[in-house]
């Protein structure tokens, strides 16, 4: 079952904070975070597996909520660099990820 | 680390033909590496799951036949893509899982393009 992210777009303007949902109507095993560029390979940026977790670095952070059915990712003072399409991806161990349909973010100085 | 490479970058070939694609994991070994085909502004589609030694795991609507996967030792995977259509034309991406959570590391990608 694909997860649902919201939004599917963001504009920002550098400096500014964004946030990214990544939603399921069931409980997930994990969740993958990753950002592709266009025309490149999606970059793995963290992954969660527990209820409750948060994990992050630099200004680049997400969590996951209690029930597992829902992750955001947090991206904070965004910068130029942070341009890109953001998937979450969810699945099971070594089994495939689902991914979501993506949230394209520009960041305009 | 987790590097992952992908050969061709960019291929065209003619209908009919049949074209190739390497993916190597650089500097880890990978039991399970993955395929996908991404549409212009679209996901990320698993196509199969492909396991050293073992034959590949396709999703339902992929002809097995048609998109033949290999994965001869623990660092290379390959996709053939046989009897090449234009609607083949995409972009294929692989990744190899690791770690102990088996992230997933994508290699460069390969856009294919059928005259």
């Known amino acids: 079952q694909q997860p649902v992210q919201s939004p599917q777009a963001v504009i920002l303007r550098e400096g500014e904070d964004a946030v990214i949902n990544c939603s399921s109507s069931k409980a997930l095993y994990s969740v993958h975070w990753y950002r592709q560029k266009h025309g490149e390979a999606p970059i793995f940026l963290m992954i969660l597996l527990k209820g409750g977790e948060q994990k992050g670095h630099d200004k680049i952070s997400a969590s996951f909520n209690e029930k597992k059915q829902q992750s955001s990712l947090y991206l904070t003072a965004s910068q130029l660099s942070y341009s890109g399409t953001y998937f979450c991806g969810t699945g099971k161990g070594a089994q495939k990820l689902v991914f979501g349909q993506g949230t394209r973010l520009t960041i305009n100085p | 680390g987790a590097v992952v490479s992908q050969h061709p970058s960019r291929v065209i070939c003619k209908s009919g033909t049949s074209v190739k694609i390497e993916c190597r994991s650089l500097?880890?070994?990978?039991?399970?590496m993955f395929w996908y085909r991404q549409f212009p502004k679209q996901s990320l589609m698993l196509m199969a799951t492909s396991n050293e030694g073992s034959k590949a795991t396709y999703e339902q609507g992929v002809e097995k036949d048609k998109f033949l996967i290999n994965h001869a030792s623990l660092t290379l995977s390959t996709l053939t893509v046989t009897s090449a259509h234009p609607e083949d034309s995409s972009f294929y991406i692989c990744?190899?899982?690791?770690?102990?959570?088996?992230?997933?590391?994508f290699g460069p990608g390969t856009r294919l393009t059928v005259t």
């Open positions: 990744s190899a899982a690791t770690g102990a959570n088996y992230e997933q590391y």
């Open positions: 500097d880890f070994q990978a039991t399970t």
